[in-house]
T-cell receptor
């Protein structure tokens, strides 16, 4: 049973456009929702994260929107740039669970110049 | 600058060989993780450790074992490598607490022939 599901599977966006990646989760005990970004040849790195006590968190061009009742959260990348081309993973964890993350399958974002 | 290092970037082994993948972190983190990354399957947790000599199975532990004799070092062992273990292996570490960033190493691309 896949506990964290990402959509779409891949995404192509024009430079300057908005990239939107969605994530749905099953386990209502999850209470930490990070997004990781991975460039080719590198390990994933934390991009932005949210706790369920807020509905939105913004850091620069990156925003997480969180909908607790729908058990969904999404990543919005405003003014997408070719340098944003990477693989994006959503994840979820439960406090006190030794920081163990459950990852989605990842999506590849390509931003066309 | 925080750092997670992995012993090899690329490794080629023969079927049936015993394989050791080493991971070292310099952040005094309690928790360490081994993942494998495969196209279309995302990041899957093999094993994790929350203290020296402590380990727990992740989602796909079959065919793998781990060792953590020192806090900074976490080893993944393939007792008898098989071709279906050809993959990218990623090590990560994080402080205890539940909401801290997982820091990833650059990965080891293992090919079993």
């Amino acid at each position: 049973q896949q506990q964290v599901k990402q959509s779409p599977q891949s995404l192509i966006v024009q430079k300057g456009g908005i990239s939107i990646i969605n994530c749905a989760y099953e386990n209502t005990a999850f209470d930490y929702f990070p997004w990781y970004q991975q460039f080719p040849g590198k390990g994933p790195a934390l991009l932005i994260a949210i706790r369920p006590d807020v509905s939105e968190k913004k850091e620069g061009r990156f925003t997480i929107s969180f909908n607790k009742s729908a058990k969904q959260f999404s990543l919005h990348i405003m003014d997408s740039q070719p340098g944003d081309s990477a693989t994006y993973f959503c994840a979820a964890s439960i406090a006190g669970a030794n920081s163990k993350l459950t990852f989605g399958k990842g999506i590849t974002l390509s931003v066309r110049p | 600058d925080v750092k997670v290092t992995q012993s090899s970037r690329y490794l080629v082994k023969r079927t049936g060989e015993k394989v050791f993948l080493e991971c070292v972190q310099d952040m005094d983190h309690e928790n360490m993780f081994w993942y494998r990354q495969d196209p279309g399957l995302g990041l899957r947790l093999i094993y994790f450790s929350y203290d020296v000599k402590m380990k727990e199975k992740g989602d796909i532990p079959e065919g793998y074992s781990v060792s953590r004799e020192k806090k900074e070092r976490f080893s993944l062992i393939l007792e008898s490598a098989s071709t279906n273990q050809t993959s990218m292996y990623l090590c990560a570490s994080t402080a205890a607490g539940g909401f801290d960033e997982q820091y990833f190493g650059p990965g080891t691309r293992l090919t079993v022939t």
